[in-house]
C-alpha cells in the first residue's frame, strides 16, 4: 500500500502559477499509476491529469490542458502538478490518488487518497 500527503496550495492570483506536490511512503510507489483530482464547493470531484507508472504517459481533462503539467519522480516518490495561468474556476480542494491505468488508456482510481490542498485563486 502506499500513503499520501499533498502540499503547496495556497492563494495566486488570475493569471499565476503554483506547484502542488504529493509524496508518497511505501516501497510500491512505481506499481501505480497517480493522478490530481479536485473538488470545488457544491461539485463533484473530477479527475485532472494522470500520469502512468514510469511518468512517459500523461493525461489532461480539457479544461486544464495546455495549462498544467503533471510529472513523477520514482526515486523520490513523488507527483507533482505544475498549474500555470490558472483560472478562478480552478480554485478547488486538490486530492492526490494512487490508481492504474485501465483499458484504452482510462485511469482507474484506487481508495488511495492524500488529505487534500486547497487551492484559491483570486480574480
Known amino acids: 500500500q502506499v500513503q499520501l500527503a499533498e502540499s503547496g496550495g495556497g492563494l495566486v492570483q488570475t493569471g499565476g502559477s503554483l506547484r502542488l506536490s504529493c509524496t508518497a511512503s511505501?516501497?510500491?510507489?512505481?506499481?501505480?499509476?497517480l493522478a490530481w483530482f479536485r473538488q470545488a464547493p457544491g461539485k463533484e470531484r473530477e479527475l485532472v491529469a494522470w500520469?502512468?507508472?514510469?511518468?512517459?504517459?500523461?493525461y489532461y481533462a480539457d479544461s486544464v490542458k495546455g495549462r498544467f503539467a503533471i510529472s513523477r519522480d520514482n526515486v523520490k516518490n513523488l507527483v507533482d502538478l505544475q498549474m500555470n495561468s490558472v483560472k478562478v474556476e480552478d480554485t478547488a480542494v486538490y486530492y492526490c490518488?494512487?490508481?492504474?491505468?485501465?483499458?484504452?488508456?482510462?485511469?482507474?482510481?484506487?481508495?488511495?487518497w492524500g488529505q487534500g490542498t486547497q487551492v484559491t485563486v483570486s480574480s
Open positions: 490518488n494512487a490508481g492504474a491505468e485501465a483499458t484504452y488508456g482510462t485511469y482507474s482510481s484506487y481508495d488511495l
Open positions: 511505501g516501497r510500491t510507489f512505481s506499481n501505480y499509476a
Open positions: 500520469v502512468n507508472w514510469n511518468g512517459e504517459g500523461t
